[in-house]
């Protein structure tokens, strides 16, 4: 079993950033895929960005050229850097793994998810 655990959200201004971090454990981590998805009050998860186990990195329109995501597989942990924040990025941030590998922008295409972090992006 793996566990996830994401920190850095927190209270930011619009135009702000914030970079959240998540922490795997296990021996397989650099294998895996890694996804970011985000659930606002009301709304429905949304895919955010994922890294596959190669690298290779996709975007949501909605984030693409603002967020930033990466991987450390030294640290066994992912990042999202986020920039130019607005009010509609509010949201509990999660990571999920997928041990496929390749990810995707659908949740039911991975394995196992965090318990989320709260970013809120005042105007």
């Known amino acids: 079993q793996v566990q996830l655990v994401e920190s850095g959200g927190g209270l930011v201004q619009a135009g702000g950033s914030l970079r959240l971090s998540c922490a795997a454990s296990?021996?397989?981590?650099?294998?895996?895929?890694m996804g970011w998805f985000r659930q606002a009050p009301g709304r429905e998860r949304e895919f955010v960005a994922l890294?596959?186990?190669?690298?290779?990195?996709y975007y949501a329109d909605s984030v693409k050229g603002r967020f930033t995501i990466s991987r450390d597989n030294a640290k066994n942990t992912m990042y999202l850097q986020m920039n130019s924040l607005k009010p509609d990025d509010t949201a509990v941030y999660y990571c999920a793994a997928d041990r496929g590998g390749i990810g995707g922008t659908a949740g039911g295409e991975y394995d196992y998810w965090g318990q989320g972090t709260q970013v809120t992006v005042s105007s």
């Open positions: 890294i596959n186990w190669r690298g290779p990195t």
């Open positions: 296990g021996r397989a981590f650099s294998t895996y895929a």
